[in-house]
């Protein structure tokens, strides 16, 4: 019996050690991820000075995009550049062209766009770039709820 609470005691001592050797560790993951989301700060963002060679780049070739805005409801995006035709299943997407000019596709229809164009893309809708006439294109693309990485589905 002295034996089993000496084991218990000796069980319970190094669980309480562990605990603490990991909860530091467990604190950074923590806030790691929510650094991601971060609660908004105030900011002003110029969208004018910046260019599409300044966006980082994503898995799309044509396509450079930096996250501006990052909140449980929504992402905001500046995209500059093009991705091939496409729908998000869970996500609506609102398009703002910033700058350039052209069309693109939105569902079966060939839409023109220019600097002030809202546009407007249902989720599930298929939707891509078709033709620049004046660019590159820069856009602010906002995402409802925020698109997850499985959520874009190439079409022809």
């Known amino acids: 019996m002295r034996q089993n609470i000496m084991v218990l005691s000796i069980a319970?001592?190094?669980?309480?050690?562990?605990g603490i050797a990991v909860?530091?560790?467990?604190?950074?993951a923590i806030s790691t991820a929510h650094a991601e989301q971060a609660p908004l700060a105030p900011a002003v963002i110029d969208l004018n000075?910046?260019?599409?060679?300044?966006?980082?780049?994503?898995?799309?070739?044509?396509?450079?995009s930096k996250t501006l805005v990052n909140t449980e409801n929504?992402?905001?995006n500046l995209q500059s550049g093009n991705v091939n035709k496409h729908i998000h299943a869970k996500t609506d997407e609102i398009q703002y062209i910033i700058e350039g000019s052209g069309s693109m596709w939105v569902?079966?229809?060939?839409?023109e766009f220019?600097?002030?164009?809202?546009?407007?893309?249902?989720?599930?809708?298929p939707h891509a770039g078709a033709v620049v006439a004046?660019?590159?294109v820069k856009a602010l693309a906002i995402k409802i709820p925020p698109q997850g990485k499985d959520d874009i589905a190439f079409v022809n």
């Open 12 to 18: 319970v001592v190094g669980a309480f050690v562990a």
């Open 23 to 28: 909860s530091p560790l467990a604190q950074h």
């Open 49 to 64: 000075t910046i260019t599409h060679a300044m966006l980082p780049k994503t898995p799309y070739p044509e396509l450079n």
């Open 74 to 76: 929504a992402t905001i």
């Open 107 to 111: 569902g079966g229809e060939l839409k």
């Open 114 to 125: 220019k600097p002030g164009t809202l546009i407007i893309i249902p989720k599930g809708t």
């Open 134 to 136: 004046n660019g590159p």
